[in-house]
């Protein structure tokens, strides 16, 4: 039976070193296949534990079942409940094949702990095998699912767009409206922008080839925030922008990034990206994408970055939009491990730089990867 949620006085406070054992316990519990955590799950637990809490992640405590848990956590709000679900989910996710015995394990703490989270309906697809279901769970039961054309007037499309990730190549106007950014003073948001669409050949909105216009919206989040364009970069990104957001199923959107690029249980998603497995895995990504979900939780209230009229802010100064924001900076952890901007070595592909060649060969001027001061 679900344990209830507080009536009054709920616990509001920052978990202790105890209950951060305990909600180990409970990770490992739900989370491990029968022969215990994976070395990507270890990695990716002992690199969110210690970002989101500032305790180090414990994995000698016993097994501990789905009702014990989550009295334990009784006096806890259904946010924290539903944080703690969605990092059980996470770490379920990550698993190639994904056990049924997972699945329902993640499952059945969810319930006790009395927390609905929609990804658990991809989880339970997944571990069938079913992944055409589990794609459409994703869009039926995630970020997407409340979409209303009507209310996306912060992509400033011509038309109205009939699903999230549709595409806009045929919108001069829209066009125009990203082309005027070029005019921005140096170092302004939206200046540093079009450099990074020029530096890697990216299209803008409104014109064939372009990305949809929802997904170009965290183009803006990878110059904000300070991350590279690479397939690494992405999952710190959307690590960061789902964790900035208090809306549970913005969760969806790292769940879809860890299955396109991780597991490629997604053979494509948000109208653009094509599967890349494995990246997660790689050497200091855990730590990467652990800072990039605690810097989207530091950042004041709740923000949905995919849903900011970006024009409006465009001609801050660079630092003044992310002082608007209040985003923290990366952690020194996880600058180590590689973490990089746009215009660091390593933060765009071979593949873009070819790209950004190939444009500016066709607009008659000199390439540069740091592309940020051209005025065409």
């Known amino acids: 039976m679900p344990v209830a949620l507080p009536s009054s006085d709920p616990d509001l406070t920052p978990p ?61 709000t259904l946010q924290f409940r539903s944080r703690i679900v969605q990092k059980m989910v996470l770490l379920a996710l990550i698993l190639r094949p994904l056990p049924a015995l997972v699945a329902e394990r993640v499952a059945a703490f969810a319930a006790e702990l009395d927390v609905r989270e929609e990804m658990l309906a991809v989880a339970g697809e997944l571990a069938k095998g079913n992944y055409a279901l589990a794609a459409v769970d994703f869009d039926r039961n995630g970020y997407i699912a409340g979409w209303r054309p009507e209310e996306a007037a912060e992509l400033h499309t011509s038309g109205t767009l009939s699903s999230a990730w549709e595409l806009a190549v045929d919108d001069p106007a829209l066009a125009q409206r990203w082309a005027d950014l070029e005019s921005l003073p140096q170092g302004t948001l939206g200046r540093l922008v079009t450099g990074l669409y020029r530096a890697r050949g990216f299209v803008y909105p409104g014109r064939p080839g372009s990305a949809p216009p929802l997904l170009a919206q965290h183009d803006w989040v990878h110059v904000l925030a300070d991350y590279g364009t690479t397939v690494e970069s992405e999952l710190e990104v959307f690590a960061f922008i789902a964790r900035a957001n208090d809306d549970p199923h913005a969760f969806s959107l790292l769940a879809m990034i860890i299955s396109l690029f991780e597991t490629g249980y997604l053979r494509n998603g948000a109208g653009l990206f094509e599967a890349a497995p494995g990246h997660l895995s790689e050497r200091g990504m855990a730590a990467r994408v652990a800072d990039a979900l605690r810097r989207g939780a530091l950042c004041p209230g709740s923000t949905d970055f995919l849903r900011i009229d970006w024009f409006t802010i465009a001609d801050l100064p660079l630092q003044a939009a992310r002082q608007h924001f209040e985003i923290p900076d990366k952690s020194a952890k996880a600058r180590r491990a590689g973490s990089v901007s746009p215009w660091e070595p390593g933060g765009i592909t071979p593949y873009q730089v070819e790209a950004g060649m190939r444009m500016a060969a066709s607009l008659g001027i000199d390439y540069d990867d740091h592309d940020t001061a051209h005025v065409g």
Do not use: H, K
């Open 16 to 76: 202790s070193a105890e209950e951060v054992r305990w909600l180990c316990r409970g990770f490992v519990s739900a989370s491990a296949p029968p022969r215990g955590l994976t070395p990507t799950q270890r990695l990716l637990m002992a690199a969110l534990v210690p970002a989101m809490t500032g305790f180090d992640a414990t994995f000698d405590g016993a097994p501990i079942e789905p009702d014990e848990f989550a009295s334990g956590l009784a006096r806890r």
